[in-house]
């Protein structure tokens, strides 16, 4: 009798797994902080190879959960809410290099933004990395 | 050349070093009492990642150790 009331508290795969993932992202975003506020630039250099080393971890560990079916993704976004930031944010940017132009005299055009399968049409220079 | 370390940047690598050992253990868990080949697999070799980011760490110390001041700087 006393004996089945005795409960065990184990932790499934999926609990450990969805641990493990959030403390990743917790420790990444740690390991930056700990960069951006180093004084010594070896300390420095040591805590930008750890943020680089474990967002690859926690990259890792997303698609192996994500193969397992232990993640859901959220749904795709509308086409008309990409229309409207789109539109939104280009106008942002005209305002902006209008800006730029009256108090520089000049504009410069970079973008980070490069999805790999036209990554290689990339051309050095003041190109977009959008293409 | 390098300079000696910092309290906060020692207090960030003593905070990394707890967070690093826990998630060995964390993966060990895994290891140990999951089911499925593929995260096991990726569990067994995060810790040996993890231990390679604890050694650094340990080792950013003991190589500030020689340069740091045995008395407070004003």
Redesign the interface.
């Known amino acids: 009798m006393y004996q089945q009331q005795q409960k065990q508290f184990v932790l499934t795969e999926e609990d450990l797994a969805g641990g493990i993932l959030s403390d990743l992202k917790r420790i990444v975003r740690e390991y930056a902080t700990a960069a951006t506020e180093s004084t010594c630039p070896d300390i420095r250099q040591l805590f930008t190879k750890l943020t680089d080393s474990t967002l690859a971890l926690q990259g890792q560990m997303f698609q192996a959960m994500q193969q397992a079916n232990m993640y859901n993704t959220s749904s795709p976004v509308l086409r008309q809410e990409l229309d409207k930031q789109a539109k939104q944010y280009q106008q942002m940017k005209q305002k902006t290099n209008q800006f730029l132009q009256q108090t520089l005299g000049g504009q410069q055009n970079q973008t980070f933004y490069t999805p790999q399968m036209q990554q290689s049409n990339q051309q050095q220079g003041n190109q977009p990395y959008y293409m | 050349m ?5 309290g ?2 020692l207090e ?2 003593a ?2 070093m707890s ?2 050992d ?2 060995i253990k ?2 060990a ?2 290891v140990a ?4 080949p ?2 096991k697999n ?2 067994s070799q ?1 810790i040996q ?1 993890h231990q390679q ?1 604890y050694d ?2 340990l080792h ?1 110390i003991s ?2 150790q020689q340069m740091a001041p045995t008395q407070p700087q004003q």
């Open positions: 390098i300079q000696p370390m910092t906060k940047e960030y690598i905070d990394s967070n690093e826990a998630q964390q993966c868990a895994l009492t999951g089911t499925t593929a995260l990726l569990c995060m990642t980011h650094s760490l950013a190589h500030h």
